[in-house]
């Protein structure tokens, strides 16, 4: 069974700041993938970033990126110039063979 | 567009009654899923479908049922034998690889009383 685990309920940043979310996670699949996924207040689920455990180079799209240690099974999820509208619930979720698992989500307000 | 249109957005039941969620897709995905969102925990798999008349439980299936008699549709049954059914449910699609991203529906939001 897969686990994720995120240890940071809360989190706060102003506006153009950079902010780590944090994410570990627990596998026995030797291929797998990892996401995070953004709920803002609307609640409509958004993905926000996709990574390939095989492949070693850190995946990054726009401002967002992510640090990806796969002896260390961590993946945290770097925002740089943090926006208003990067106020959400963050979710970091692994998937091996059929099934996503999630965590328990980190609540990022970005203040201005 | 392509999308996932999940029904109602808000939905009140009183304690006993069974009810239904609806989940449709126009994606053309294969696989489909059902997850219960509540403060604090997360996202927690109910039941998932890879193809037609074809499911399996996730974490949390008992209480609940589903079906998959078309590709576009899995409707949810919360059944009276859920204890504690009040939760916000939703519901995603993927083309079914582990590389695939889910889709997600804007949620249902059930009460019951």
């Known amino acids: 069974a897969q686990t994720v685990t995120q240890s940071q309920p809360e989190m706060s940043v102003q506006e153009a700041e950079t902010v780590t979310l944090s994410c570990t996670y627990d596998?026995?699949?030797?291929?797998?993938?990892l996401f995070w996924y953004k709920q803002p207040p609307s609640r409509q689920m958004i993905l926000v970033i996709r990574?390939?455990?095989?492949?070693?180079q850190n995946a990054t799209e726009n401002r967002f990126s992510v640090n990806f240690q796969k002896a260390a099974k961590s993946f945290s999820l770097k925002i740089s110039d943090s926006q208003l509208g990067d106020t959400a619930m963050y979710f970091c979720a692994s998937v091996g063979y059929s099934t996503l698992t999630f965590g328990k989500g980190t609540m990022l307000l970005v203040s201005p | 567009d392509g999308g996932i249109t999940q029904s109602p957005k808000y939905l009140f039941r009183k304690e006993g009654q069974n009810v239904t969620l609806s989940c449709e897709q126009n994606l053309n995905h294969d696989a489909m899923y059902w997850y219960r969102q509540d403060p604090g925990q997360g996202l927690r798999l109910i039941y998932y479908s890879q193809i037609v008349n074809d499911f399996q439980k996730g974490d949390i299936a008992e209480g609940y049922s589903v079906s998959r008699e078309k590709k576009e549709s899995f409707p949810l049954t919360v059944t009276s034998a859920q204890k504690n059914p009040t939760a916000f449910y939703l519901c995603a699609s993927s083309f079914g690889r582990a590389y695939s991203p889910l889709h997600f529906g804007n949620g249902t939001r059930l009460t019951v009383t």
């Open positions: 596998t026995s699949e030797n291929n797998y993938y």
């Open positions: 990574q390939e455990a095989y492949k070693q």
